[in-house]
């Protein structure tokens, strides 16, 4: 078995350092073998390389045996795009990761945490990486993609967002059969942002903007009739996740 390690400060001209462990069987004993070399970057990918490990004793005369190892040199994987490249805290935004020399076993990681479920899953041609993000507070994040051929990062390739906040609505009662044109205030709102109403967000109905979605400010309709005494405003983005109003809208009698 063989292990790339990534050279340490000063040593990236020298080339890519290899690691291994090598079992001998002669006859019925084992003997175990380590090996620590440093292949040559200026050897281009798909060079096969042969390592001859040979192990011998100390007895008169000695024993000797060796073995070849063969590594095929691959391209170092690369990392180009992040699809889409933003999301919620609360993580599980469907992602796509691209690039080129994802082996089997590559794992992708979103600052520190990886990719779900169990790193990713690494496309048959090694072009892609799929999975869902892990919760993370707000912010850029590096996506790092971990293998046996050594790390590749793409610096602030996801950044996390926080959900639509609602701090308040005006006015916050209408009366039944009157439809009441509503103003609700908050923060994180985009072209995204869908405003439901409702008791719960599972049966709540979407109310449609007016007027084009102002930097902390969406205003909707509220339909005068829903059968209902009052019922909570929410706010939604697919990508970013939903929260509900602070305070119920009602409705009177005329």
């Given amino acids: 078995t063989w292990t790339y390690t990534e050279p340490g400060p000063g040593a990236e001209a020298q080339g890519v350092r290899v690691t291994g462990v090598c079992p001998f069987r002669p ?21 096969e390389v042969t390592l001859r490990i040979t192990a011998r004793d100390d007895a008169v005369p000695p024993h000797q045996t060796s073995e070849d190892i063969s590594i095929r040199l691959s391209p170092r994987p690369t990392v180009s795009s992040v699809r889409p490249r933003t999301g919620g805290v609360a993580g599980g935004t469907n992602v796509v990761i691209e690039g080129s020399g994802f082996v089997p076993g590559s794992r992708a990681y979103f600052g520190n945490s990886p990719l779900i479920p169990d790193g990713g899953i690494v496309s048959a041609d090694g072009q892609t990486i799929s999975g869902y993000t892990p919760a993370h507070p707000a ?10 051929l050594g790390p590749v990062s793409l610096a602030s390739g996801f950044e996390y967002q926080l ?47 007016v007027s084009p979605v102002r930097d902390g400010e969406i205003d909707v309709v509220v339909p005068g009739s829903t059968g209902q005494a009052w019922a909570w405003v929410w706010a939604f983005d697919p990508g970013n996740g939903w929260t509900r109003g602070p305070d119920p809208f009602s409705w009177s009698a005329p």
């Fill in 27 to 47: 006859g019925p004993g084992q003997i175990d073998c380590t090996f620590d070399v440093t292949i040559s970057r200026d050897l281009l990918p798909g060079t």
């Fill in 139 to 148: 912010g850029s994040v590096p996506v790092t993609v971990q293998s046996r």
């Fill in 163 to 209: 959900p639509p906040q609602i701090l308040s609505i005006d006015p916050s009662s209408g009366t039944q059969g009157q439809d009441t044109r509503v103003r609700v205030f908050g923060s994180n709102f985009s072209d995204a942002t869908i405003v439901y109403l409702g008791q719960a967000l599972a049966t709540a109905v979407r109310l449609v903007p």
